[in-house]
Each structure stands twice: as structure tokens, then as C-alpha cells.
């Protein structure tokens, strides 16, 4: 059964540009969280989707911006990016809206110059 | 959701049993205990959750003291591959199924 997965995997861009970023959960996930993970914050969620609708959303300011599709497929955005978005993005799939056990993908690693 | 402490690093030869604390002084009752790991370069890994008893699995135990408020998650015969960051997250019924991170512990196997 494949696992989360993650596009691009790895990515350079340049201040002021926009990434978008996208996940695949497993297949009968429903839920699909992100995550932010750098040096010096560590893990931080970003945003949490069930069905079609943001359930959750942590501090992060208006550049960052998600969606989930009918087929639960998962994207994120950033734009005008900032040399400290770069990061680890990960994104998690789950069974159901409030499940703690969550499957990762490997992350898309962003590059901000 | 409560507030957890963790070492920040640990050490553990190969084949011997890691015992990994966390302190959870302030959970409360409807609170659980989750455990989760980062390989190096690699997406977080489900590991075990409890709420008050004991819990095993193919991968761990975790030791729930009777008071709850620390636990010890035990990997019997530790092997290189487990090397990697433990995070312990004590999980509320928020309906959500958001997991606050802390710095966990770097756990090293060696040989």
C-alpha cells in the first residue's frame, strides 16, 4: 500500500516568488495535516483539512495558504516567499478528522535564495 | 493539550533496551500519550499512544505511570536503525488531529 507522498521533493526558489506544494495521502485518508519543520522552531502544523474544509489552522501569517481536493489530494501554498520559509514541508494523512496516529510523507525540502 | 519534558539526548548500545522518558506533569484526564520518531531526512513515524494503561506493540511499550503524569516508552533490543528523534505529545480530544511537537530526544544506538 503506498505511503504519502510528497511533490516536489526537493525545490529552490527565490525571494518574492510563490511554491505550491502538493500531497498525496493513503489511499482511504480522508484528513491531511501540514507541517512546517526548520532548525530553530522544530515541527510546527500549518493547517489541517477533512473533507474539502480547513478544520485547523496554526500561526503562521496569510502567505501560507492550503487546500484539499474531493479526491483528498492536498495543496499548499506560499507566496511572496522569505528567505526563513525555507524549511522542510510535511505533509500527514489520517483515517479520520480527529485521529492522532498520522502517516508522514519524506517532505518537500524548500529553498528560499 | 499538556505540556511534555524530554531529554534532549540519550544513549543506547546496540541490543539493549532504550528506556525514553517524558515528563507530563500536567495532563489531564482525557489526555493521551503519543509517541512518534524522525529517522534523519525522513517524515515523523507513528510509534504507540495510551491514556492510562500500558500499551505494547511490534514496535515499543509505553509505561504509563499510575498517576500519568510521566511515561517511558521502551524499544527492547535497540538496534542502529533506531537512531533517530523521539517525540513524546500528550494529545487532547480536541477533534482535531493536530500533534504539538516539542524538541523530543535524540536518540544515538551505537554499535
Known amino acids: 500500500k503506498a505511503g504519502v507522498t510528497q511533490t516536489p521533493r526537493y525545490l529552490i526558489k527565490t525571494r518574492g516568488q510563490q511554491v505550491t506544494l502538493s500531497c498525496s495521502p493513503i489511499s482511504g485518508h480522508r484528513s491531511v495535516s501540514w507541517y512546517q519543520q526548520t532548525p530553530g522552531q522544530g515541527l510546527q502544523f500549518l493547517f489541517e483539512y477533512f473533507s474539502e474544509t480547513q478544520r485547523n489552522k496554526g500561526n503562521f501569517p496569510g502567505r501560507f495558504s492550503g487546500r484539499q481536493f474531493s479526491n483528498s489530494r492536498s495543496e499548499m501554498n506560499v507566496s511572496t516567499l522569505e528567505l526563513g520559509d525555507s524549511a522542510l514541508y510535511l505533509c500527514a494523512s489520517s483515517w479520520t478528522a480527529a485521529s492522532g496516529e498520522l502517516f508522514f510523507g519524506e517532505g518537500s525540502r524548500l529553498t528560499v535564495l | 493539550d499538556a505540556k511534555t519534558t524530554q531529554p534532549t539526548s540519550m544513549d543506547c548500545a546496540e541490543g539493549r533496551a532504550a528506556n525514553l522518558p517524558c515528563n507530563h506533569s500536567?495532563?489531564?484526564?482525557?489526555?493521551?500519550v503519543y509517541w512518534y520518531r524522525q529517522i534523519h531526512s525522513q517524515g515523523p513515524q507513528y510509534i504507540i499512544h495510551?491514556?492510562?494503561n500500558n500499551e505494547t506493540n511490534e514496535m515499543a511499550s509505553l509505561i504509563i505511570t499510575e498517576d500519568r503524569k510521566s511515561s517511558t516508552l521502551i524499544l527492547p533490543h535497540a538496534t542502529l536503525r533506531d537512531t533517530a528523534v523521539y517525540y513524546c505529545?500528550?494529545?487532547?480530544?480536541?477533534?482535531?488531529?493536530?500533534?504539538?511537537f516539542g524538541k523530543g530526544t535524540m536518540l544515538l544506538v551505537s554499535p
Open positions: 505529545i500528550v494529545r487532547g480530544g480536541s477533534g482535531y488531529s493536530t500533534l504539538t
Open positions: 495510551g491514556l492510562k
Open positions: 500536567t495532563i489531564s484526564g482525557n489526555e493521551y
